[in-house]
């Protein structure tokens, strides 16, 4: 399975960017797919968590700045984040799990090769 993501880039504080994920490889459509994020200096951060029905979890600390979407029933998920803040400047990587259990913050054994935001103030 490959993961690519895409929609990275700069913007300002207050402002809006959307991330894309496309997993390609697999036959089967995979039952979780996710969004961590690595802020300088710290470790990978879980982001959100959606599956195949379109069920999401978020992370407290982007809860209500941040959506998660999948295309129906297929292996492309989406990131829109909005009111910006330069903490959530770092890299965001795309995550695939064939597990069925929705475990926030558990990531499967899949990683895409991130797509870099950053967050002027």
């Known amino acids: 399975v490959q993961l690519v993501e895409s929609g990275g880039g700069l913007v300002q504080a207050g402002g809006s960017l959307r991330l894309s994920c496309a997993a390609t490889?697999?036959?089967?459509?995979?039952?979780?797919m996710s969004w961590y994020r690595q802020t300088p200096g710290t470790g990978r951060e879980w982001i959100a968590t959606?599956?195949?029905?379109?069920?999401?979890n978020y992370a407290d600390s982007i809860k209500d700045r941040f959506t998660i979407t999948r295309v129906r029933a297929k292996n492309t998920i989406s990131l829109q984040m909005n009111s910006l803040e330069p903490k959530d400047t770092g890299v965001y990587f795309c995550?695939?799990?064939?597990?069925?259990?929705?475990?926030?913050?558990?990531?499967?054994?899949?990683w895409g090769q991130g797509t870099q935001v950053d967050v002027s103030s």
């Open positions: 995550n695939a799990d064939f597990s069925l259990d929705l475990r926030p913050g558990v990531p499967g054994a899949y």
């Open positions: 490889g697999s036959q089967d459509k995979i039952p979780l």
């Open positions: 959606i599956n195949l029905g379109g069920r999401s």
